[in-house]
Every structure is written in C-alpha cells, then in structure tokens.
C-alpha cells in the first residue's frame, strides 16, 4: 500500500469534491435529513466550492493518494468563529468510505496537525455532528476533547472540540 500526502493544487477541485461528496454520503445519511444531504453532496456546487477555495489561496488543504489514487482530504484555516479567534480550525478531514479504518485519516490528521503547529498555532479546534460517534471516536483518539460549546448546523447539532498543540 502506497501513501502520499500533498498540498492542494489548482485542478484538485473534481477529486476533493467526489471524496467529500462520497464521505459525506456514507457518514451523514443518519444524520442529516435527505433533502439537505442531497444538497450538501452535489458533485457540482461542491466541485466549485473547492475550485474558488484553490483560485483565491484561501486555507491549506491537502489529499492523500492511495496506492496512487485520490482517497483522503484535509482542510483548515483559522478559526471563523468569532469567539474561537486566535485558534486554528480543521475545517474537514474526509476519506472514502471503502478505506475506513485503514490509517489514512490518522496519516493525515498527524501532518495537518503538524502543519498548524508549525504555522504557530497553539490550539486547533473543529467543530462535528454530536451525532457523528465514528467521527468523535476518531477525533477523541487524536487527542482531541469535546468543550461545552454547541451551536446548529444544516439542520443537526454539533459540538466543539479542541487540542492544545503545546508540548
């Protein structure tokens, strides 16, 4: 099995936007009720979405490659929540769903997260479905901890969690 991680790059759109579309698809069908799910996962406003983000540099994404082929993606920035000012936000980590559980994520999360630290970061937060326990699971793992903030997004809850990047 062959694993690389690179920066983003214009002409990335299609393959970020098919793998959040397919991990959204198989992560949030629980979650979030169809009409907004389907909206979320249209290959084509999610394909401009990534298209505009790599036009104007905005935030620092990455893909992973497996055994050559597009399978994870990364993306954060800082925070865009006022009261989160100062702290740096993993904005999405997704991979195909045909993977899971077969390291990449936790690949990716190790060079995002040291990508932060090394942009002088002190503190990363994200933000997840509370009803998202694989996802938690996965980010409680990485030494992330749920905080008391809460607020609604596309029609489900979600919580706050936080790393100290500090040695």
Same mark, same amino acid.
């Given at each position: ?28 069908? !629980?979650?979030? *009720? ?48 006022? *009261? ?14 045909? !993977? ?17 630290? *090394? ?11 509370? *009803? !998202? ?8 793992? !990485? ?25």
């Amino acid at each position: 099995m062959s694993i690389f991680i690179r920066k983003v790059q214009a002409g990335d759109g299609p393959a970020l936007a098919y793998i959040q579309t397919e991990s959204w698809k198989a992560a949030f069908q !629980n979650i979030l *009720d169809k009409e907004t799910l389907d909206r979320c996962t249209d290959i084509d406003r999610t394909t401009s979405m990534y298209e505009k983000l790599l036009e104007e540099k905005k935030g620092n994404g990455y893909i992973l490659t497996l055994d050559g082929q597009p399978h994870c993606i990364a993306w954060w920035d800082t925070a865009r929540d006022p *009261d989160l000012y100062g702290k740096a936000e993993l904005i999405c980590i997704h991979s195909l769903p045909q !993977n899971w559980r077969k390291g990449c994520g936790r690949l990716m999360m190790d060079r995002v997260l040291a990508d932060i630290k *090394d942009s002088g970061f002190l503190e990363v937060v994200l933000w997840v479905f509370v *009803d !998202n326990i694989r996802a938690r699971m996965f980010y409680e793992a !990485n030494g992330f901890c749920a905080t008391e903030h809460l607020k609604q997004g596309l029609g489900a809850q979600e919580i706050c969690y936080s790393k100290s990047l500090q040695l």
